[in-house]
T-cell receptor, first 111, second 113 residues
Framework: GQQLNQSPQSMFIQEGEDVSMNCTSS?????WLWYKQEPGEGPVLLIA?????ELTSNGRLTAQFGITRKDSFLNISASIPSDVGIYFC???????????FGAGTILRVKS | DAGVIQSPRHEVTEMGQEVTLRCKPI?????LFWYRQTMMRGLELLIY????????DSGMPEDRFSAKMPNASFSTLKIQPSEPRDSAVYFC???????????FGAGSRLTVL
């Protein structure tokens, strides 16, 4: 089945540092999404990308839809303690029916 | 809008017991997805419905799992009989036409002893 490879698995960074994580796939996706999950809650959508090459920002978050449509990255600038959580990438296949999720990147921020 | 509402939030049961998880999706969203999250396997899609009709249940682990959506405002995921390996957090998510931009519930944490 389709798989997304998300990296890194985890990050422990100093408050104020920038963060970068990415996802790659062997398949082409029509949509890339980035979600954040906090303890005891469901994933919450951060950014949605719909077009190859698209670069979208949401506050300190920036995400890009790769030109090949097989990858995406998420950057967080000037991290703060409330950025902690698990970040998931998700891709929607060409059938447009299902989302496939990456394994997640665990982010910890040291203040 | 209250978002996707799941119940119970936590359930602890003994092996062999029947478990029923409930979901109230967002009004007007016509697709509903059940996911399971574990440390080992991450987020796995179990089944999804479009306009109350099951479209793809290929992710349902085995016959012990069943899901229904009798109307647009309610869905259940049932495990009978439950086993310890079913312990996980089960999420319900609502989407519009097409799967993108899913809105997740807070999840139901199931522990089977």
């Amino acid at each position: 089945g389709q798989q997304l490879n998300q990296s890194p698995q985890s990050m422990f960074i100093q408050e104020g540092e920038d963060v970068s994580m990415n996802c790659t796939s062997s398949s082409i996706f029509n949509t890339w999404l980035w979600y954040k999950q906090e303890p005891g809650e469901g994933p919450v959508l951060l950014i949605a990308l719909y077009k190859a090459g698209e670069l979208t920002s949401n506050g300190r978050l920036t995400a890009q839809f790769g030109i090949t449509r097989k990858d995406s990255f998420l950057n967080i600038s000037a991290s703060i303690p409330s950025d902690v959580g698990i970040y998931f990438c998700a891709g929607q296949d060409q059938d447009g029916n299902k989302l496939v999720f990456g394994a997640g990147t665990i982010l910890r921020v040291k203040s | 809008d209250a978002g996707v509402i799941q119940s119970p939030r936590h359930e602890v049961t003994e092996m062999g017991q029947e478990v029923t998880l409930r979901c109230k999706p967002i009004s007007g969203h016509n697709s509903l997805f059940w996911y399971r999250q574990t440390m080992m396997r991450g987020l796995e899609l179990l089944i999804y419905f479009n306009n109350n009709v099951p479209i793809d249940d290929s992710g349902m682990p085995e016959d012990r799992f069943s899901a229904k959506m009798p109307n647009a405002s309610f869905s259940t995921l049932k495990i009978q009989p439950s086993e310890p390996r079913d312990s996980a957090v089960y999420f319900c998510a609502a989407g519009g036409s097409g799967a993108n931009v899913l809105t997740f519930g807070a999840g139901s944490r199931l522990t089977v002893l």
